[in-house]
């Protein structure tokens, strides 16, 4: 059952479109489920679609076309790593292999104590900050450099 603060925010949202547009909010309405989850599962997938009143076929489309869904448990910290080509050619293949030995876990992987996990991620449209990383989907971070990047870990200790 969807959260009722989660129902009053997707409310919100509603607001925007008019009744019969509904759909309109699913991204709005997956990102909440989300934000309160950290990930969005079947149920949620299947919830969502009934209170928009639409297809969860159409629902789980949104979910897996967007990078910033996770259909998959996620650590309380997920740590997305832009490796398209301005970063990858600012060596954030150098961030991605700090972060897997520091962490002990590769891309789509949970630390054992479920406070990290690691995603690769597309562009983020923020290239001249090259190499970067997001954090939960939130906070950005640019110019890594893998000081930057221990810092970063410590911060979220």
């Known amino acids: 059952m969807i959260h009722a603060d989660d129902i009053k925010s997707i409310n919100r949202e509603l607001k925007k479109y008019p009744d019969n547009k509904k759909q309109s909010a699913v991204i709005a309405a997956l990102r909440i489920i989300q934000s309160r989850h950290r990930w969005l ?13 639409m297809p969860e ?67 983020m449209g923020a290239c001249s900050g090259a190499p970067l990383c997001l954090v939960n989907n939130e906070t950005m971070h640019e110019h890594l450099s893998t000081e930057k990047i221990d810092k970063l870990l410590v911060s979220l200790k």
Not at 82 to 103: A, F, G, P, Y
């Open 41 to 53: 599962s079947n149920t949620h997938i299947s919830e969502v679609a009934h209170y928009l009143e």
């Open 57 to 123: 076929i159409a629902v789980m489309e949104v979910a897996t076309f967007y990078n910033m869904f996770n259909l998959q448990p996620k650590g309380k910290y997920q740590i997305t790593v832009c490796t398209n080509i301005s970063c990858m050619l600012r060596n954030s293949d150098e961030i991605v292999h700090h972060l897997e030995k520091k962490l002990g876990i590769s891309f789509g992987e949970i630390t054992k104590d479920k406070k990290y996990s690691l995603k690769e991620g597309e562009c």
